[in-house]
């Protein structure tokens, strides 16, 4: 760190042992409803941006929220939320993890913030998205119901119209619940629910892992940048919102044919990634891009904001002098 002024290096991680955990986890969860609260119309809007066919639904991000409040109101940027809110357990199985496997490293001598954060951020996920697909499949297939109001024919989900002409009647649980029952009639048992499951992983861990990766690497970047007396908690919120940008841009691709798999019902992950490129070609890079950089850039600064206030709130008595806001 030659040129960084070994004072304002300051920015002291909180670790595992430094926290009260059931204070920790309490807030932990009421953050992660909260957060998804915010930014679920956004999460709405990249879905159907990502499973529609040649941009017959809507023309980008502003043109699919104009859209949705004047078809369906603002009911409609909320479709699936309470299914989709379950995956606060997993956020918490998420946390537990990170927390612990950073913990882990550090014991065995590993403390190199970045390799900490890439392999802790990775079986985060990893743990995350086996609890979370499920409620994924689900909540996406929720998303789309009403999207093909616009035109005479739903164009989002071409391969499911059955599923959306018979719970486009019904909503809250009642729709849910008919989605729950025809994933399982159609795919024959539990593994509906898991459809996409590695196409989840492949997306969400290396994004996880990366973003854990970036967000010290920015951090230390920034220290000099600003003025002396700037908040430690604004350096780490700018950090995290370049970093999910960042990550955002790489892994869109990936993010755009998990979506594709889980939706559209296609069975290999090959045939997935061929039939996307044959249909988008290029195109495949940005779609759904514009809401993906949005909801990551508001997305991590909100959780590295509530991320690092839970973690100072929840210090030990004889920590709190140690850390900064």
């Known amino acids: 760190m030659d040129g960084i002024d070994s004072n304002r290096v300051g920015m002291l991680t909180i670790e ?23 930014l679920y119309p956004l999460t709405v809007i990249k879905t159907r941006l990502q499973v529609q066919r040649h941009g017959q639904m809507y023309r980008g991000t502003f043109d699919a929220f ?14 699936g939320f309470w299914i989709n809110s379950v995956q606060v357990v997993s956020g918490i199985g998420y946390i537990l ?10 014991k065995n001598d590993i403390h ?3 390799l900490k954060g890439l392999i802790a951020g990775g079986c985060g996920s990893l743990v995350s998205q086996t609890i979370i697909c499920p409620f994924d499949v689900i909540s996406q297939h929720l998303m789309l119901l009403g999207s093909g109001q616009k035109s005479k024919t739903s164009q989002t989900a071409p391969n499911i119209p059955k599923l959306q002409l018979e719970t486009n009647r019904q909503k809250g649980f009642g729709a849910a619940r008919q989605v ?15 459809r996409g499951y590695f196409s989840s992983v492949a997306t969400y861990v290396p994004s996880s892992a990366l973003w854990w990766m970036f967000y010290p690497i920015f951090s230390n970047t920034l220290i000099p940048l600003f003025p002396e007396n700037t ?15 960042t990550v955002a841009v790489v892994t869109n691709p990936m993010d755009v044919l998990r979506a594709n798999i889980q939706v ?16 988008e070609q290029f195109n495949v890079f940005k779609k759904g891009l514009s809401a993906r950089l949005t ?22 008595e004889e920590y709190r002098d140690s850390v900064k806001w």
């Open 295 to 316: 909801q990551s850039c508001i997305s991590s600064a909100f959780i590295v904001a509530g991320y690092e206030t839970l973690k100072r709130l929840s210090l030990r």
């Open 231 to 245: 908040p430690h908690m604004l350096i780490q919120c700018v950090s995290g919102s370049i970093s999910g940008m």
């Open 180 to 194: 729950i029952k025809e994933l399982y009639r159609i795919d024959g048992g539990l593994k509906a629910y898991y």
């Open 264 to 279: 559209r019902r296609i069975g290999s992950f090959v045939f997935a990634m061929k039939q996307l490129w044959a249909e």
């Open 16 to 38: 595992w042992e430094m926290m009260n955990k059931k204070r920790f986890f309490i807030l932990s969860a009421i953050n992660s409803l909260g957060l998804r609260c915010v």
């Open 112 to 114: 190199d913030s970045r």
């Open 97 to 106: 993890t990170y927390e612990k496997v950073r913990d882990i490293l550090s």
């Open 66 to 79: 104009r859209s949705i409040i004047k078809t369906e109101g603002f009911s409609g940027l909320y479709k």
